[in-house]
């Protein structure tokens, strides 16, 4: 038989559940995203001699048998797992095929669950033979080349002493310089970009994707997991950016983008300077972006929808200002309302995104989200069930702020997992059904998806045609509709 090859690894993205049921989950009928991160390391592999294969399992669910084949094909020395809380479970499942098919094969897994929980996620797990904390692509890259040895001298990595103990070697002490990365190996993902969806009514033409310019997060609101990029906040140069949209657009033929940054505006000369660059030398491309109320004004608004801004997300959160001051800093509901009017004067759609069962949370203060949100003028909403992901500040001390069911498979924001004090799962159910149905139910709203017949013709395509799902979901709130 066939040695492993120690220049080749496969990376895979898992689903997290049964594939059998994939047909039926309303978030992949809603929003498929390519693993932007698998991408991103296998292009960087790529560019240093390695040969990664990308199998996106949430993409293609039924992929067991492209895994397997995959594997006894190209025999290769690693495979590597890119986890979250909810698809952790699944990703052990799919080490433990790997190691039945080539026993000697080097599992590693990364994202954020294990980032979080660093030695407790690889303890239990024999299966895993190394996990990487933190920002992958040069810790792989390191890994491999050294054939899985000398893993002591490799930072950012976990890996298992002779002894079976578990070590982490720390941080790496210098942060990459996103200039100098490769764009993400796009084309290694199957069916790309026709595989790939944006959520309904979140943009304006097709083919569209997701891209990210940026990592890390300048804040450190209570409920968010810091453990992927611990410290600082880094970007790409206005002229990388412009160039990575020209790429998409030129190699693919990408009309739209998201951009995938938690805070696409807190530095704004780069953004005045990518704008004025997509308005000199149009590309013929729109694209989304989310932001915080702090760091936007009408100049800058007004520059982004000339460059092609189409939809600007705000993590508004939650509409009780009491509440939200107890998990992020500023909270000020009186300066969100003031930049959401600003972008609408712009010509700027506006997604708000909310959040039901924060720690506090009552039936009032759920009450006041939706007064507050419907009182504005919000084309869109996206309301997820809060979960304490590890890693986050609330994490550690979630049990005295309620009841917790830390099942990690359902830890997707699709399930009410946490139950703040005095509050119920079916109250907290019945109203996150509410806040969507009297959503759907305003005429101011009900007109906004009426014009996406010619704003976003192929939403209504798609909505249309998984209508039944997506009514049973409105009325059931079940993810498996």
Same mark, same amino acid.
């Given at each position: 038989?066939?040695?492993?090859?120690?220049?080749?690894?496969?990376?895979?993205?898992?689903?997290?559940?049964?594939?059998?049921?994939?047909?039926?989950?309303?978030?992949?009928?809603?929003?498929?995203? *390519?693993?932007?991160?698998?991408?991103?390391?296998?292009?960087?592999?790529?560019?240093?001699?390695?040969?990664?294969?990308?199998?996106?399992?949430?993409?293609?669910?039924?992929?067991?048998?492209?895994?397997?084949?995959?594997?006894?094909?190209?025999? *290769?020395?690693?495979?590597?797992?890119?986890?979250?809380?909810?698809? %952790?479970?699944?990703?052990?499942?799919?080490?433990?095929?790997?190691?039945?098919?080539?026993?000697? #094969?080097?599992?590693?897994?990364?994202?954020?669950?294990?980032?979080?929980?660093?030695?407790?996620?690889?303890?239990?797990?024999?299966?895993?033979?190394?996990?990487?904390?933190?920002?992958?692509?040069?810790?792989?890259?390191?890994?491999?080349?050294?054939?899985?040895?000398?893993?002591?001298?490799?930072?950012?990595?976990?890996?298992?002493?002779?002894?079976?103990?578990?070590?982490?070697?720390?941080?790496?002490?210098?942060?990459?310089?996103?200039?100098?990365?490769? %764009?993400?190996?796009?084309?290694?993902?199957?069916?790309?970009?026709?595989?790939?969806?944006? *959520? #309904?009514?979140?943009?304006?033409?097709?083919?569209?994707?997701?891209?990210?310019?940026?990592?890390?997060?300048?804040?450190?609101?209570?409920?968010?997991?810091?453990?992927?990029?611990?410290?600082?906040?880094?970007?790409?140069?206005?002229?990388?950016?412009?160039?990575?949209?020209?790429?998409?657009?030129?190699? %693919?033929?990408?009309?739209?983008?998201?951009?995938?940054?938690?805070?696409?505006?807190?530095?704004?000369?780069?953004?005045?300077?990518?704008?004025?660059?997509?308005?000199?030398?149009?590309?013929?491309?729109?694209?989304?972006?989310?932001?915080?109320? $702090?760091?936007?004004?009408?100049?800058?608004?007004?520059?982004?929808?000339?460059?092609?801004?189409?939809?600007?997300?705000?993590?508004?959160?939650?509409?009780?200002? $009491?509440?939200?001051?107890?998990?992020?800093?500023?909270?000020?509901?009186?300066?969100?309302?003031?930049?959401?009017?600003?972008?609408?004067?712009?010509?700027?759609?506006?997604?708000?995104?909310?959040?039901?069962?924060?720690?506090? $949370?009552?039936?009032?203060?759920?009450?006041?989200?939706?007064?507050?949100?419907?009182?504005?003028?919000?084309?869109?909403?996206?309301?997820?069930?809060?979960?304490?992901?590890?890693?986050?500040?609330?994490? $550690?001390?979630?049990?005295?702020?309620?009841?917790?069911?830390?099942?990690?498979?359902?830890?997707?924001?699709?399930?009410?997992?946490?139950?703040?004090?005095?509050?119920?799962?079916?109250?907290?159910?019945?109203?996150?059904?509410?806040?969507?149905?009297?959503?759907?139910?305003?005429?101011?709203?009900?007109?906004?998806?009426?014009?996406?017949?010619?704003?976003?013709?192929?939403?209504?395509?798609?909505?249309?045609?998984?209508?039944?799902?997506?009514?049973?979901?409105?009325?059931?709130?079940?993810?498996?509709?």
């Amino acid at each position: 038989m066939a040695p492993l090859d120690f220049s080749k690894i496969l990376l895979v993205h898992p689903l997290g559940y049964k594939a059998d049921d994939a047909g039926h989950d309303i978030s992949r009928m809603a929003n498929i995203m *390519p693993p932007l991160g698998l991408a991103s390391i296998a292009a960087y592999l790529e560019k240093n001699g390695i040969d990664a294969g990308i199998i996106d399992c949430y993409a293609k669910p039924q992929s067991d048998g492209l895994i397997e084949g995959y594997l006894r094909d190209a025999r *290769p020395a690693f495979i590597g797992m890119s986890c979250s809380t909810a698809n %952790f479970l699944d990703g052990l499942r799919i080490a433990k095929m790997a190691k039945d098919i080539l026993p000697d #094969i080097k599992v590693v897994f990364g994202g954020h669950h294990v980032s979080a929980l660093k030695e407790k996620a690889l303890e239990p797990f024999p299966v895993v033979d190394f996990a990487v904390v933190g920002e992958g692509e040069q810790t792989m890259v390191e890994l491999m080349k050294a054939g899985g040895e000398d893993a002591a001298r490799i930072g950012g990595l976990l890996y298992r002493e002779k002894t079976g103990e578990t070590r982490f070697n720390g941080y790496r002490p210098h942060a990459l310089d996103l200039d100098t990365l490769p %764009f993400p190996a796009y084309e290694k993902l199957d069916g790309y970009p026709d595989t790939y969806k944006l *959520p #309904i009514f979140n943009y304006p033409a097709t083919p569209n994707s997701s891209c990210t310019s940026s990592r890390g997060c300048p804040y450190r609101c209570t409920y968010c997991d810091r453990s992927v990029f611990p410290t600082g906040y880094r970007y790409n140069s206005a002229e990388y950016l412009y160039e990575h949209f020209r790429y998409l657009h030129e190699r %693919f033929g990408i009309r739209h983008l998201n951009l995938y940054d938690d805070q696409f505006t807190f530095y704004r000369k780069r953004v005045e300077t990518f704008t004025r660059m997509m308005v000199d030398r149009p590309l013929g491309m729109t694209f989304n972006c989310a932001v915080r109320a $702090e760091h936007i004004d009408l100049a800058i608004l007004r520059e982004m929808k000339a460059a092609g801004c189409w939809m600007i997300s705000l993590g508004i959160e939650n509409g009780d200002e $009491e509440l939200l001051a107890q998990h992020r800093k500023n909270a000020n509901l009186d300066l969100v309302a003031e930049k959401i009017r600003l972008i609408k004067k712009a010509g700027i759609r506006v997604k708000g995104l909310m959040m039901i069962g924060l720690p506090g $949370e009552t039936e009032q203060s759920v009450k006041k989200s939706m007064n507050y949100v419907f009182s504005l003028p919000i084309d869109d909403i996206n309301v997820s069930k809060f979960t304490p992901f590890p890693g986050s500040a609330l994490y $550690e001390h979630i049990g005295e702020l309620g009841t917790f069911d830390e099942d990690w498979e359902k830890m997707d924001c699709m399930h009410f997992q946490f139950i703040p004090k005095g509050m119920t799962k079916p109250g907290l159910e019945r109203l996150f059904t509410l806040f969507y149905r009297k959503h759907f139910m305003r005429p101011k709203c009900l007109w906004q998806y009426v014009t996406m017949i010619w704003r976003s013709p192929d939403s209504w395509i798609r909505f249309l045609s998984n209508l039944t799902s997506f009514l049973k979901f409105a009325w059931t709130n079940k993810r498996h509709a």
